[in-house]
């Protein structure tokens, strides 16, 4: 088995938002991977007194042990206990019904010898890969689905359509987002590679355009994820003044991508 994990925040003198692991049980009869993005909110109140990176580390970790830990859980199912673990951490001291309460995108994938489940909830992508070479992007397009003028400002999907009906969801403080989520299960032996990544490394596809998911997860195996990292970095710099691509977006994301070939 191989494995490679690769995170760069957008800014080297912030945190890094992103979240991600690789959990390989001492049995070796199966593995998870896991990915979150961190939701980078408006300037102005939150309701918490912890920051998304606090937020995200900790939904992560929790994550990391109930996925490798609670075999007979679903995937939906651990992500709802890990979001009520992480909850019950700050509501003492928090807002957790504030819609800028920290949250995040989140990407799992669990292992066996036998089977392939996967969650994806809100922005960031999974990538199978099968034994013949057909890549399949797995995606909750919910947030891409909005109308364009919803999706003009931070501030208007916060307030409007973040984890409401009609809009999109992200793992916040309610554990019943997990239902929410895309979800799924292949037979092992259609599967020959995954790779997760958060929407700052998809952006070599979704708003760079510089190939498809198939050769967007090629370059991943054959050069390596920091390869694709570096080209969106590449993109990104040579954008930053005529702002082809990046019309409202800002010119650097935390870009995190992780690859495991079974």
Known sequence: MRTELVSEPGDPNRPNEDFASVGLPASGQGGSLIVLDGVTPPRGETGCLHSVPWYTARLGGALTELTVSCRDLTLAEILSRAILRTSEAHSPTCDLSHPRTPQATVVLARWSPQEIEYLVLSDSALLVDSPAGEVTAVLDDR????????????????????????????????????????????????????????????????????????????????????????????????????????????????????????
């Open 143 to 262: 947030l891409s689905r909005l109308p364009r003028a919803a999706r003009a400002t931070d501030e208007l999907i916060d307030a409007t359509l973040r984890n409401k009906e009609g809009g999109f969801f992200t793992a916040a403080a309610d554990p019943s987002v997990a239902e929410r989520a895309v979800t799924g299960t292949l037979p092992r032996a259609e599967v020959r590679a995954l790779a997760a990544l958060t929407d700052g490394a998809t952006r070599w596809v979704e708003k760079f355009g510089k190939g498809d998911w198939a050769e967007c997860l090629a370059l991943v195996r054959k050069e390596g994820a920091a390869e694709l990292v570096s080209r969106v970095r590449a993109v990104e710099r040579a954008d930053a003044e005529t702002r082809t691509y990046l019309r409202r977006s800002k010119t650097h994301d935390d870009a995190t991508v992780v690859y495991v070939e079974l």
